[in-house]
């Protein structure tokens, strides 16, 4: 339904040019769950936002239901932007602060014509904020985002986004600046309006945990410096990660448990730098930190994502090789 | 001997609505080289106790009562009982703080060494040559190279590579105590990785205390001996690590637990806490957590609950139903 | 109507903001209502020119023996008139064109920049002193927009490099995605969150356009007559009033009534910081 086809994005810098995003597929159909993971400068915003229509590709194509988004223009162009919506991470920025609850909602109401007049409006705007688990939906429709706490401001930019009836939701680390008590239940809500609504639903956070909750019952891709490494199903991805980069990230995240954390065995990196997005290592972008280095591959070729048994993916030559070797019949 | 004893503090600050109760009377011990935890989320007043804990509060902010004391190695000293100077004089050799916020406070038209020069020659440290000795051995200590970090601009550093040189800032006068706060929020999975094994690292090492305040339990299960949960300027629970995350009873930190997902083990299933923290301006009768909490009966509207021991005396829960939530934990967490 | 009345009671809560609007209030009333009380009086009379402030005459009495007082209180509304108007001009100019500029970037924000820049690099007082004499406006409309004419470019990049600050925000973001159009972009969006710095600039605009005018009026560019701050200061100067103690209130009262009219409106403009403070709004 919604398709990144070898997208790359740059980005020109005074120190140079940067490759956010290189050569990435991914491909969502309706009411897929996905969550995007990587660290920083691995390129998931900058992927969340190609999808979301709000840059363009420097190469590659964006394809909405076959077709290639930015080469229409006008009413197909709009109609790409309302079916693909983006919930940004800051509760605090996410909303314009001199516009109440109810000038923000009904804005694209009355835009799209779903709405006539105040009180059809209003109507609408309470089922919205029903949905979106906003009770009572009346005491918030004047309040300014200021006098509305950080997961009820997330609500509402949720809302928000449903105002348009949009087929793809990219939350983009929608989760992260919320306490860590309710965000469960904005997790949930999301998963729900998959449920309900049919909505694919792309998370994208740096938090592993959440990102296999989310995901449960669908992929995580991981990413790093600009391309996907991985792409699987949470629960394989969680258990058996197929890509060195994958299991020193599993290695290294602590958990809410002494006896397990202390205990956890970590993936040893040959390096400790991260490379800038200035200056990529050749080949394999991972190869300098990687414990299954091989000269004279890594360094010189550039994996691809490649097919690996049981539905994944993953671009590692090492992993690709071994995996399918055991695989093939004997 | 206790190297810090906080008793009764109480914090307040002064906003447009009324007074703000960060810190409603919080109680402590750290012992020496002991590291403990403060757990909370937003509005628990955790970095309001923090900076209260060296007096670095903000202008608007008042500490209504309370003391906080240490034992410097000759005798037991409050310190919201010292004058200008003398708190000059503790702060950094005895006590040091790692703020969550200096990753993107230091200054950026001032090199790392002229960092390292200004603090030592704030806290008594004449001599150049002392403060280069030490700086390189600190930064040799945190796993960095002193001639390429000295040399450099903050810009040039990353942000593991800044969190290091805070910490061996920090160390620089040899403090007994170090208090960070949210020391790997900001930071990526392998950068937090990094920094958990160094503190980890140098408390061994070099012996010194830590109290380090996080929203994230994990931080907590990774580097505490003892963790304290904090709700609405109160202390709720404090315990071992083990029987925290093992034996919690107190009904928040049953929350935190449950809303926390987890990447080992099986999936479980995981809850919200409903509601949101308390008005701080007006916390609400009796128990400030009543409204949230599920084991709520009428008298916790009534009564504002004192940490009490439960299971061992080291273990105390501020909860009149601590042996419901036992009752019903015992099933359930791992 | 109940947001003028909270927004002038907001304002009224810094002392700054209560002298403003006690000025400025106070000079409105002075320069349109009084001279519907109190006629014009500009009869000549030789017997007593340059008289020294007395019960009659408060402020004594010109080079002609008419009464300064009552020239002060018509003096103000030509003032007034053109300073509101000037500030109406190029404020309008620069909001309109500075977020468009900014929002839609590109050539035609090259070409408004470009247009801009020459204005601003223009030496006002010179151009206005040229334009002024080969012209002679006489009107208050033409006064103003000339004085606007000069004046929009300077607010106008201010405008542009907020409105270039306010488009990355999420919400302005989030409203480009849900394809809510550039005028609800522009004016819903990035305006009301600029609406204080408008508002501050507006008036420091009408301040520069009283200095700019009455500079004018003095040089004897403007050939406007009657009752007018600025005449009476042109006046006082080519009939030698500032050559004789005796006519000393006659050169001093237009400047009284100047200065104190700038500072009531600056008064205002410190006074208006936190009446468009979101966080104070409540439901």
Known sequence: ?330 | ?334 | MSGIATTLRAIARTPAGLLGLVGVGGFIALAYLVPLIVPLQNAVDVANLYRPPSFAHPFGTDFQGRDVLNQIVYGGRDILNIAFLAAFFSTAIAVAFGSLAATVGGRADAAILAVADVVLTVPHLIVLIVVAAIFRPDGVLFIALLLASLQWAGLLRQIRAQTLSLKEREYVEAARALDLGLFHVIFREMLPNMASYVAIHFIFAMTAAVYAQVGLIVLGLVPLSGANWGVMLYLAQSQGAIYFSDSFWYVLSPILAIVLFQLSLVALASGLEDVFNPRLRTA
């Open chain 1, 1 to 330: 339904m919604i398709e990144l086809d070898r997208v790359t994005r740059t980005f020109s810098t005074p120190g140079g040019t940067i490759t956010a995003v290189s050569e990435v597929s991914l491909a969502f159909g309706a009411g897929e769950v996905m969550c995007l993971v990587g660290e920083s400068g691995c390129g998931k915003t900058t992927t969340g936002r190609l999808l979301a229509g709000l840059l363009r590709p420097s190469s590659g194509r964006l394809l909405f239901d076959g077709g290639d988004v930015w080469a229409t223009r006008g009413a197909d162009l709009g109609r790409f932007r309302r079916g693909v919506q983006l919930v940004h991470q800051d509760p605090y920025a996410s909303l314009n602060p001199v516009r109440t609850v109810y000038d923000t909602l009904s804005a694209p109401l009355f835009r799209h014509g779903k709405a006539r007049g105040h009180d059809g409006a209003v109507r609408l705007i309470r089922a919205l904020l029903e949905r979106v688990g906003l009770t009572p939906p009346d005491d918030l429709l004047p309040k300014y985002p200021h006098q509305l706490s950080g997961g009820q401001r997330q609500r509402v930019a949720i809302a928000r986004a449903l105002t348009v009836d949009p087929r793809v939701i990219v939350a983009d680390e929608a989760v992260s600046m919320v306490d860590v008590s309710i965000r469960v239940t904005l997790l949930d809500l999301l998963l729900g309006l998959r449920d309900e609504l049919g909505v694919t639903i792309v998370l994208i956070t740096h938090d592993l945990a959440v990102a296999r909750y989310f995901a449960r019952h669908g992929r995580i891709g991981v990413m790093y410096l600009g391309r996907v490494v991985e792409l699987a199903p949470a629960e394989r991805l969680v258990a058996d990660p197929a890509h060195p980069y994958t299991a020193a990230l599993i290695g290294a995240v602590p958990e809410a448990d002494p006896a397990v954390t202390r205990a956890k065995r970590r993936v040893p990196l040959r390096g400790t730098e991260i490379p800038s997005l200035l200056a990529l290592p050749p080949g394999c972008a991972f190869h300098p930190r990687c414990p299954l280095f091989e000269a004279g591959l890594c360094d010189v070729l550039v994996p691809a994502v490649l097919p690996i048994p049981s539905e994944r993916e993953v671009a590692c030559h090492v992993a690709v090789r071994e995996r399918t070797r055991v695989a093939a019949p004997a």
């Open chain 2, 1 to 334: 001997m206790t190297l810090l004893s906080v008793r009764d503090l109480a914090i307040e600050y002064a906003s447009r609505r009324g007074a703000v109760q960060a810190v409603r009377g919080v109680s402590f011990d750290v012992a020496p080289g002991e590291i403990v935890a403060i757990i909370g989320e937003s509005g628990s007043g955790k970095t309001s106790l923090a900076v209260g804990l060296i007096r670095l509060t903000p202008r608007n902010a008042r500490t209504t009562r309370g003391e906080v004391l240490f034992d410097d190695g000759i005798a037991p000293r409050d310190v919201l009982e010292m004058d200008r100077e003398t708190l000059r004089r503790f702060r950094w050799r005895h006590a040091a703080m790692v703020f969550q916020s200096a990753l993107s406070s230091f200054n950026p038209v001032i090199d790392i060494w002229s960092q390292f020069l200004d603090t030592g020659r704030a806290h008594g440290m004449s001599d150049p040559r002392a403060v280069r000795e030490r700086a390189s051995e600190l930064l040799r200590v945190v796993h960095l190279d002193p001639d390429r970090v000295l040399r450099a601009y903050p810009h040039m550093l990353s942000g593991g590579m800044k969190q290091r040189v805070l910490i061996a800032l920090a160390l620089l006068l040899g403090p007994r105590l170090l208090i960070l706060d949210e020391p790997t929020t900001a930071l990526d999975i392998l950068t937090q990785r990094q920094i958990i094994d160094l503190l980890r690292e140098l408390r061994d090492r070099l012996g010194f205390a830590m109290v380090f305040i996080s929203h994230d339990l994990s931080l907590a299960a990774e580097l505490a001996d003892r963790v304290l949960t904090m709700y609405a300027g109160r202390i709720v629970e404090e315990a071992s690590v083990s029987d925290l995350f093992y034996r919690p009873r107190h009904p928040y930190t049953v929350g935190l637990m449950r809303a926390v997902p987890r990447l080992s083990g099986e999936p479980g299933a995981l809850a919200s806490i409903p509601g949101s923290p308390p008005d701080l301006v007006r916390p609400p009768s009796g128990c400030a957590y009543h409204p949230r909490c599920p084991f709520a009966i009428d008298r916790c509207r009534a009564v504002d609950p004192a940490l009490v021991a439960v299971d061992t005396p080291a273990h105390t829960a501020a909860c009149i139903r601590w042996d419901a939530v036992a009752a019903e934990v015992g099933a359930r967490i791992a």
